[in-house]
């Protein structure tokens, strides 16, 4: 089952707008991360961000995490063309080795 | 060097063929993953291994055959699938377990017909 639901489903925005999508999971976790993936290829990590940690940033992305409400946010500032893909919550679950994905933010940037 | 190699890319074939994706890292890591996506759905977690041992596998019918034969190389034994086996399989590796970034293959498109 999933643990990360995320809205919204599909974003669309013109070039240097910037992008907002919200992860919502059930259960504790250790850390949360996010993945991008290109159509049809293989997920790249964006960003970790743990238990522990509110915010974090790296380049023109910034995550933040609320655990009281258990829930996440990535935030792409400035978006460019080549940023369209789909991007993906994952939280860790019992154990450590079970990564479970959120559905996914369809992500749709107009140059 | 963050790359995990998949192959086949592409792979048609019948339900009653035999046939194997592979897996390669070189990165050092002891956790390896095979997962299953759909169209427009997220990856879902099919088996890890964790220092060349099974440690999970998520409930998956017995046509589906994971193998490890060493640290660096992973592998899934496909026999008798059904056209709803029809996805992209996709491969990672992390450091341990999956606390740690996990690095993807670029997949095998796989369609049973």
């Known amino acids: 089952s999933q643990q990360g639901e995320e809205d919204p489903q599909a974003l669309s925005i013109q070039e240097g707008e910037n992008a907002t999508m919200n992860c919502s999971y059930k259960?504790?976790?250790?850390?949360l991360q996010w993945y991008r993936q290109n159509s049809g290829r293989g997920l790249v990590h964006l960003i970790l961000?743990?238990?522990?940690?509110r915010e974090k940033h790296s380049g023109r992305l910034r995550v933040t995490l609320d655990t009281s409400k258990k829930s996440s946010s990535l935030l792409i500032t400035a978006s460019r063309a080549a940023d369209t893909a789909s991007y993906f919550c994952?939280?860790?679950?019992?154990?450590?080795?079970?990564?479970?994905f959120g559905a996914g933010t369809r992500l749709f940037v107009k140059a | 060097d963050t790359e995990v190699t998949q192959t086949p890319k592409h792979l048609v074939m019948g339900m009653t063929n035999k046939k194997s994706l592979k897996c390669e890292q070189h990165?050092?890591?002891?956790?390896m993953y095979w997962y299953k996506q759909k169209a427009k759905k997220p990856p879902e977690l099919m088996f890890v291994?964790?220092?060349?041992?099974?440690?999970i596998n998520e409930s998956v019918p017995s046509r589906f055959s994971p193998e490890c034969p060493n640290s660096s190389l992973l592998n899934l034994h496909l026999h008798a699938l059904q056209p709803e086996d029809s996805a992209l399989y996709l491969c990672?590796?992390?450091?341990?377990?999956?606390?740690?970034?996990?690095?993807f293959g670029a997949g095998t498109r796989l369609s049973v017909l």
């Open positions: 990672a590796s992390s450091q341990t377990g999956g606390k740690n970034i996990q690095y």
């Open positions: 259960t504790s976790i250790n850390n």
């Open positions: 961000i743990r238990s522990n940690e």
């Open positions: 994952a939280t860790d679950g019992i154990g450590g080795f079970k990564t479970i």
């Open positions: 990165m050092g890591h002891r956790a």
């Open positions: 291994y964790s220092y060349e041992k099974l440690s």
